[in-house]
DNA sequence: TATTGTTATACTCTATAACTATA
DNA sequence: TATAGTTATAGAGTATAACAATA
């Protein structure tokens, strides 16, 4: 039989964990904003818009931490579905705004019930404190490795 | 201008850190594991197998919370990369037998090893303490919900 | 004939890079 | 002519479902 070296594996496990339950998060979620005709990226830049009156491509796809192309091709869904608009800038800007259109002020909201409704399935179980305690621990790493420290509230 | 209306998003934002925070993870150590020519889907695969004689692409689907397709596209690459064998099942049994070949077994320590290292880099500003709270309630989380309850260990 | 596994199809996400438009 | 944005291409991941093989 093979010998199956052990595996120093403490820190990987903490890895392991946070992408099983991430991922399950966001399935969850995925299938049930389905009905709502979105995908969670969808919803994410929705949200993002929806605290702000416009804001240009670019700045969104460093908040969201994705490419140029990559927005420009979710906007572009989005769009059709006519819950973004994309507008020249005004003036002698250069560059676009997109902005939500009414439909999608109406949207959010419900995709947020819906969020808080799956976020409450996966993590109702933990106590208040607890739930303050992972998202104390979550903000702290993505602080450290700088990533987006958007507010998003 | 457009009146937005406050979103109550306190635990929303709990699904949102763990996404961003597994995301970055996740997309790092892909980064890093890419050197040795595997995907993050296919170290799991072979960490996987590591602790076993040999498993039925059936189970690990179920393990690995995929679906069968997927283990078969995952094990056609792997089998190219010459990392798993696909065997027929030994003499009355149906179905088929996936294991390790030798090549694979000497570099899944060295995936973990990267593992480590990503972790670290991401936890590693966490204190023990911290560390172990975290992954202690991720671990609650995944039973609860019925996630994979794999040790890996 | 159930069960196991493969294949085909399709869509999202993501990245890179070439290309276009314009202030 | 930088900068902003689009488009093309490609690969990973995932799912569904039709299909094949076999104990």
Known sequence: MTEAK????????LGYWLRTVSNAVSQSFARSVEAEGVTVAEWVFLRMLYDVEGIAPSQLAERMGMTKGAISKLADRLVDKEL?????????????MLMLKPAARQLVPRLAALADQNNTMFFGTLSPEERDELERLLRLI??????SDIPTT
């Open 142 to 147: 993505a602080r450290e490795r700088g990533l």
């Open 84 to 96: 973004v608009s994309r507008d020249a800038k005004a003036d002698g800007q250069r560059g676009q």
């Open 6 to 13: 052990p595996i120093s594996d403490i820190e990987a496990h």
